[in-house]
C-alpha cells in the first residue's frame, strides 16, 4: 500500500474516540483527594441511543423516525451498503428509556449516589414536519410542535429533578430532523440533495436557534444548565473527511475537506444563535441560585502526544493536531475566530460568534501519539499533515490526559465540566484501572486551581452506540437486550461508592 493510502486508512480510524486499551497515568496516589460539595457528580445519555427499545410501548412511539440517525442506521440500502460500517442492529435492542426513564433515574440517585444527569432533546420528536420551518419566531414555531413529545421530556426532566438529579441538558446530540438533514440522499448525491444538514448555513443557523429558543422557554423552568451542540468536530471528521469503522456519521463521506470546514464554521454560528436564544427565553432560575441559564458546547479533546518524543517533527505534529482537532472549534466560539485553509491563522474574525459560552464541556476519551508527514493530506489545508501512530490501538487509557486535557482548555478562561469519560467494554473492571486513576488526574487538575464544575460518566447504561448498534459497551449497567434488565457492574459500584464519598 502506498504512503499516501496507508496515511487516508490510519486516518480513517479516528473516528471518534471513545473507549480504551493501555494504562498510563503519572498522577500519584492521593488517598485524601476529596471533591467540592458542589461539584456535579453525573451519568450523561443522549436520547437518540436510549430511547429506542421500550419493553411494553409499541415501536412506533418509542423509536423517532424523523432524523437524520434514525434513516442512517435502518434504511436498507445503506446498512448493505458496505463502506457505511453500518451494524444493521435492530433499534429495539437499546435500552428504552423512553419509557424506562423514571427507574432508570431513581438508579443513577439510589445505586449511583450521583447528583446530575445529562441527557439530551431531539429536535425531531419535538419538530417531525418540514412545515416548523416556515416559523420565523419562536412564538410562532410552537404551533408546530408536538404535544406530546413536549409532554413527555417534562415528564421525564420532572422525574430527574425529584430524584434529585441536577439537568445537564444537551440541546444537539449529533442528530437532526429529517427535514433539515438527508443523509441517504447527500450521501448518494451530495451536490443534488436538498436537505444538507450543517453544509447549509442559512437554513439550518436560524433553524437550530428557533429551536433552542423554543426549549429554553419551554423548559427554562427545569433546566438551568444547557448544552448547545456535542463534538462538532468529531461530527464532521466522520461525516465529511473520514468515515471509518470507528464512526460513521452521514452522509458518510470521505475527504470532502472544504465541505468538512464550512460544516464546522456553521456549527461555529449555530452555537451563538443557540447561546443567544436560550439566554434571551430561558428567563427562569430553576435551582434558585439567582441565574436562569448557562449555556455552552461540549468538545471532544484528545490528548496528543509525538510518536517520537526526540524528533523535532513530530513536535510539530503535535501542536497542528491539537490546533485542527481540539482548538478550531473553541477558537471560534470563544474568539470569533474563523480559519478557512486550516494553517493556523484565522482569516477572520466576528464579534456576533466570540464569547458564546459560560463554560467548555469536555468529552475525554483517549491519547493518540501523531507524526508530521511530508505534506497536507489535504491540498490546501497546510496543517492537515500529521498522521497517528495506531501501533497501541486507537482506544488508549491514559488517565494523565485528562488532567493535560484539562489545563490545555482551561487557558480560554472558562470554567470545565467533563461532560463524557468512559471505559469501553468494562465488563470486569473494578474501577481501579480506569474509573479512579481518570478521577485522580482530574482531581490533580483542580488541587492546581484549574476550575472543573462535574464530572459524567459515559454512560448510565449500555446503549445503542451509533453505527456499532449494542457491540460497544459502555454503561455502568449492563443491558441484556431480550428482557431489558440491568445489572450494576463493578465500575458501577465503585463509581457509587466515589460518588457518595464526594472523593477518594
Known amino acids: 500500500m502506498s504512503r499516501a493510502r496507508t496515511t487516508v486508512a490510519m486516518l480513517l480510524a479516528l473516528g471518534a474516540a471513545s473507549g480504551c486499551s493501555s494504562d498510563g497515568t503519572s498522577t500519584p496516589p492521593n488517598p485524601e483527594a476529596n471533591f467540592p460539595k458542589s461539584f456535579l457528580w453525573g451519568t450523561a445519555i443522549a436520547g437518540f441511543q436510549v430511547d429506542a427499545g421500550c419493553p411494553t410501548l409499541p415501536a412506533a412511539q418509542c423509536e423517532d423516525p424523523n432524523s437524520d440517525w434514525y434513516q442512517w442506521v435502518t434504511d436498507p440500502d445503506l446498512v448493505a451498503e458496505g463502506g457505511n460500517a453500518l451494524s444493521g442492529e435492530p433499534l429495539s435492542h437499546a435500552p428504552g428509556m423512553w419509557e424506562t426513564y423514571d427507574a432508570d433515574f431513581a438508579r443513577a440517585r439510589d445505586e449511583l449516589h450521583t447528583n446530575a444527569l445529562r441527557m439530551s432533546i431531539e429536535w425531531s420528536r419535538l419538530f417531525p414536519s418540514r412545515a416548523a420551518e416556515g416559523a420565523k419566531t419562536v412564538e410562532a414555531l410552537a404551533a408546530f410542535a408536538d404535544a406530546d413529545a413536549v409532554a413527555h421530556y417534562r415528564a421525564m426532566f420532572k422525574s430527574a429533578r425529584d430524584h434529585g438529579l441536577t439537568l445537564l441538558v444537551t440541546l444537539n446530540h449529533y442528530t437532526l430532523p429529517l427535514w433539515i438533514h438527508d443523509g441517504k440522499a447527500c450521501h448518494q448525491d451530495l451536490d443534488a440533495c436538498a436537505d444538507r444538514g450543517w453544509l447549509d ?182 496543517w492537515a499533515d500529521f498522521l497517528p501512530n495506531l501501533d497501541a490501538g486507537l482506544f488508549v487509557v491514559y488517565p494523565q490526559g485528562l488532567y493535560e486535557v484539562v489545563k490545555n482548555v482551561a487557558g480560554y478562561g472558562k470554567p470545565i465540566i467533563i461532560t463524557e469519560n468512559g471505559m469501553l467494554n468494562p465488563t470486569d473492571d473494578s474501577g481501579e484501572s480506569y474509573l479512579v486513576p481518570h478521577l485522580r488526574a482530574l482531581h490533580r487538575a483542580m488541587s492546581e486551581g484549574y476550575a472543573v464544575e462535574g464530572y459524567f460518566y459515559w454512560s448510565l447504561v449500555d446503549n445503542y452506540e451509533w453505527n456499532h448498534g449494542m457491540d460497544f459497551k459502555l454503561g455502568l449497567y449492563a443491558l441484556d437486550v431480550a428482557t431489558k434488565a440491568r445489572t450494576l457492574r463493578p465500575i458501577g459500584q465503585r463509581y457509587g461508592e466515589i460518588t457518595r464519598a464526594r472523593g477518594f
Not at 219 to 229: C, E, H, M, S
Not at 320 to 345: K, M, P, S
Open 201 to 382: 448555513g442559512a437554513r439550518i443557523v436560524p433553524a437550530i436557534g428557533l429551536y433552542a429558543g423554543f426549549c429554553a422557554k419551554t423548559f427554562g423552568d427545569q433546566v438551568d444548565l444547557w448544552a448547545t451542540v456535542n463534538e462538532p468536530f468529531g461530527m464532521i471528521l466522520s461525516a465529511y473527511i473520514l468515515p471509518s469503522p470507528e464512526r460513521t456519521n452521514p452522509p458518510g463521506l470521505a475527504l470532502h475537506i472544504p465541505e468538512a470546514v464550512t460544516g464546522l464554521e456553521n456549527l461555529i454560528a449555530g452555537n451563538a444563535a443557540m447561546y443567544d436564544a436560550v439566554h434571551k427565553y430561558d428567563t427562569m432560575d430553576a435551582d434558585g441560585d439567582g441565574v436562569a441559564a448557562r449555556v455552552g458546547p461540549v468538545k471532544a479533546v484528545v490528548a496528543f502526544a509525538p510518536a517520537d518524543p526526540d524528533n523535532p517533527d513530530d513536535a510539530i505534529a503535535v501542536q497542528h493536531a491539537d490546533y485542527v482537532w481540539n482548538r478550531v472549534f473553541i477558537n471560534g466560539v470563544v474568539r470569533g475566530e474563523l480559519d478557512h485553509d486550516l494553517d493556523g491563522t484565522p482569516d477572520e474574525t466576528r464579534a456576533d460568534l466570540a464569547g458564546r459560552l459560560d463554560f467548555i464541556g469536555i468529552n475525554y476519551y483517549t491519547r493518540l501519539d501523531v507524526q508530521l508527514l511530508g505534506g497536507p493530506f489535504a491540498p490546501g489545508y497546510a
